[in-house]
Structure formats: structure tokens, C-alpha cells
């Protein structure tokens, strides 16, 4: 995906209230921050914490027409086939555009980057 297409990226996590599991997740938006900007890029959770995708779109400029969700799962489930779906219907309008993208575990480059740490915990680095 190339940032160029959309207005703003949301990092969609799934979500969890124990505050150390949400550290690379804010880690991985600080990074997102930093290249694309606050104005450009958000962090939200689809459940049992906050930000909730409601709110992050909630607080969008009405300058932004069209979003990119980015779930931070690694595979498709339940979640992305009907829950996230769902709720990106009921949060777009004829001024905004949300499209969800393939999950983070889908992209070539975070396959490989698995691929090469469990080689290197087998000993065998490539």
C-alpha cells in the first residue's frame, strides 16, 4: 500500500486492557507518526479498549475524504471477515471513504521478517 492513496491510516489493533500488550502497538504508531504525521495517522482498538475505530473516525477532519484500516493481525478471522466490516459500514458516509486493508500478516515483508526470526531461534539464519 502506498500512504499516497489516502488521506489517513488507521493501525487497527485488536484490542486488550492490559496496558503492556498495547506497547508495540503504540510503538508501531509513533513510527507511523513520525513519517506520515498525527494528521495522517491513528491508532485504534476493536475492542476492550480505547481508541475504538468509532472514536478515531469520530475525531477525523471533515478535510479527510478517504481512510486506510490497517488491521495488525496477522491472518484473517471472524473479526476481519464480519466484525471490522461492519462496523467501517456504519462509520462511512458519502463524504468519507474507509477502506480495510489486508491484514499486516499478509505483507510479503512481515512474512519474511517471520520467516527469518524463526530461523534465527532455529539456529539457522539466513
Known sequence: MQ????????LL???????????PFEALYEQAVEFY????????YMELTTPT???VVGQ???????VAVLPLFFAVGRHLRQDVP????????EHLQIDL???????ELVKKA??????RHLGREQ
Open 13 to 23: 489493533a485488536h484490542g486488550s486492557p492490559d496496558p503492556l500488550w498495547k506497547k
Open 53 to 55: 475505530l468509532e472514536d
Open 37 to 44: 504525521g498525527s494528521d495522517h495517522s491513528s491508532l485504534a
Open 114 to 119: 517471520m520467516y527469518t526470526a524463526i530461523a
Open 3 to 10: 500512504h499516497k492513496e489516502y488521506d489517513h491510516i488507521i
Open 60 to 66: 477525523l477532519d471533515e478535510k479527510i475524504t478517504k
Open 101 to 107: 486493508l489486508p491484514p499486516i500478516g499478509d505483507d
Open 86 to 93: 461492519a462496523q467501517i459500514d456504519a462509520l462511512q458516509n
